[in-house]
């Protein structure tokens, strides 16, 4: 059962509710004062002695005495990373995990792990509309809707003594949410754009002022924009119908999904792998002519999954000349063979997914090669890559690639008469998380996290390394928790507030335990599982856990996620953006690091 400890006496300068003065004992029996004056005499002198044989305390994987701590030992302090604490009213940024990119710190060159959470001075002060990671490079949106980039990825080759900030590459285009890729950042503004630029400086160039994307209306034709680096917008190739805009994005590998407010659902193929195995849901669409000087001309192409092409590639265990012949199908059409897939404009547009074509979607979500969306109903359709089953079709469906969208059952294993409809889909790398909803006709509800896919590292949650899981299994620790509610009188269950998987294999959630905290202030509790090679688990440990746990630093108890109203919130250039905000914090679990930012509620 999970045990919620009281939340009313919290410290007002720590970021999570601090421990009672007294500790228990392993045994559990509270430690108290020595009685006998000849006992605490002995017992001084034996501490006095311990501490002195102890002083310098050796962790298993640290270097030995008397050898210099590596430069990337996580108890350096160099003034970028201080311990969690400090000032109720100031929004930090909390980081932990590698910093090998300067991506959770880029002023602590020096730093190349972190092993529990530690606080960035580099976002001080700042709340930001959305912020997403990438191995070597991240980019973040602050208040006024601008973009920012930064990371060694980011910058290039260029010296450790280089000021590696978050540099501005986007102004004034309202950008509200952003996703990243290994090349590429994609950003969304209010008004329904979408924009794309490059995740690399030498790709970036100077670009002209043009008309900024408000919600209402542009201000740029009045006196123009200031120039930032080079970006071109992607739009629909089918035409939207009056009002309706593009309100969701999410990115995987080589695609990006997006949805309309309409309930229509897109895919622009990013490079000429965006269809390996099926993650677009279709073959066939068009570019941009690169021979033509208009952009009016189109050139017709074709991507081809691996598993159409070559449906025998992995039947195999030696290697197999390919087939001579003149009706081989090949991964990519000819006239896409000599085309450069690098530039920004090698895909102008959207394409309608033909399968889902009058199906209502209220959520997309993509995994490095596979894609989801979730019906107005609570259904989950998915297709994509199935190696690991992250699809979730089940053990009976052994295929590794799902070309056209199918519908993962989540009712398996439920009595009759139960209902069951997913109300939340969270997916990264070669996981995929469902939180669903079940009802059997009594007043108490119960809410499950399923998950599916590669396991190997613990990511399922479910106590097990399984490096394939078809079927959705229940991730334990998260499922079916229940309070009592006053309100209604019966229990109630406590859902996921919201849930981060990152593409390395590890999970961030946080349980929505403050909407119904009472009186005092509450918090979300957060957990972390999965892949801990980086110590991006925040435990200090490097080993992989496979079970839910709640982050508890030295400092005090466990990790709870606020929600509050900011009195000053800045921009990333240092300016006063808006006075008495209601931000939250909200986890980001990254590439081998996990971060926790302020955002604007």
Not at 515 to 540: E, I, K
Request: proline share 4%; charged share 20%; with cysteine.
């Amino acid at each position: 059962m999970f045990r919620r400890r009281t939340i009313t006496a919290l410290n007002s300068r720590r970021w999570f509710s601090h421990r009672s003065g007294l500790r228990r004992s392993p045994t559990g029996l509270v430690r108290g004062v020595a009685v006998a004056t000849s006992v605490a005499a002995a017992a001084a002198a034996t501490t006095v002695a311990f501490q002195q044989a102890i002083a310098g305390s050796i962790h298993s994987d640290s270097a030995p005495p008397g050898v210099p701590a590596a430069a990337g030992s996580s108890r350096v302090n160099p003034g970028a990373i201080v311990k969690v604490g400090g000032d109720e009213e100031e929004l930090r940024l909390l980081v932990w995990g590698s910093n090998r990119s300067r991506i959770i710190s880029p002023d602590a060159s020096d730093v190349t792990q972190i092993r529990t959470p530690a606080v960035a001075s580099f976002l001080q002060d700042v709340a930001l509309r959305d912020l997403a990671v990438h191995a070597t490079h991240a980019v973040c949106v602050d208040g006024r809707g601008d973009v920012y980039q930064w990371g060694d990825g980011f910058f290039g080759q260029r010296s450790a003594s280089d000021n590696r900030k978050p540099v501005l590459t986007l102004q004034g285009k309202n950008i509200t949410r952003v996703q990243v890729t290994e090349s590429r950042v994609f950003a969304l503004s209010a008004s329904g754009k979408v924009y794309v630029i490059s995740a690399q400086t030498p790709q970036q160039s100077a670009s002209a002022p043009t008309p900024s994307s408000t919600l209402w209306w542009g201000t740029g034709w009045l006196w123009g924009e200031k120039a930032g680096a080079q970006h071109s917008e992607i739009v629909p190739a089918q035409t939207l119908a009056w009002g309706e805009r593009i309100i969701s994005i999410a990115a995987g590998r080589d695609h990006l999904l997006a949805l309309t407010s309409s309930g229509r659902t897109f895919v622009h193929p990013i490079t000429k792998n965006a269809n390996t195995h099926g993650q677009l849901g279709f073959r066939k669409f068009d570019i941009p002519d690169p021979s033509s000087e208009t952009s009016a001309s189109r050139l017709h192409v074709e991507l081809t999954p691996r598993a159409v092409t070559d449906p025998y590639s992995r039947s195999s265990r030696y290697a197999r000349e390919s087939s001579s012949s003149a009706t081989a199908l090949l991964p990519v059409s000819e006239n896409l063979i000599g085309v450069d897939d690098t530039n920004l404009k090698f895909s102008d547009r959207f394409f309608e997914v033909p399968a889902l074509r009058g199906v209502r979607i209220v959520q997309i979500a993509a995994g490095s090669r596979c894609s989801f969306v979730r019906t107005d109903t609570g259904r989950v359709l998915g297709w994509g890559a199935n190696d690991y089953g992250q699809i979730g079709l089940g053990g009976n469906v052994t295929f590794d690639t799902i070309t056209v969208p199918t519908e993962v059952v989540l009712w398996r294993g439920t009595l009759s008469g139960t209902r069951t409809q997913c109300i939340d889909m969270n997916v990264g790398g070669d996981l995929a998380f469902f939180t669903v909803e079940r009802v059997d006709g009594t007043a108490i509800r119960n809410v499950e996290v399923l998950s599916c896919g590669n396991g190997q590292y613990g990511g399922l949650g479910n106590a097990l390394f399984n490096n394939a899981q078809s079927v959705p299994v229940r991730t334990k620790a998260v499922s079916g928790l229940v309070e009592f509610s006053e309100k209604t009188n019966n229990l109630q269950p406590i859902e996921p507030h919201a849930l981060s998987v990152s593409p390395d294999g590890h999970v961030l959630l946080a349980l929505d335990t403050h909407s119904r905290a009472g009186p005092g202030r509450g918090g979300r509790d957060l957990l972390a599982w999965g892949t801990n090679y980086d110590y991006q688990v925040g435990n200090g440990k490097r080993a992989s856990i496979a079970v839910p746990t709640t982050l508890e630093p030295e400092e005090g108890d466990r990790i709870m996620l606020r929600k509050r109203r900011a009195k000053v919130v800045r921009d990333l250039r240092g300016g006063v953006w808006r006075r008495g905000v209601d931000i939250e914090q909200v986890a980001i679990a990254g590439y081998g690091n996990s971060l926790v930012y302020w955002r604007i509620a």
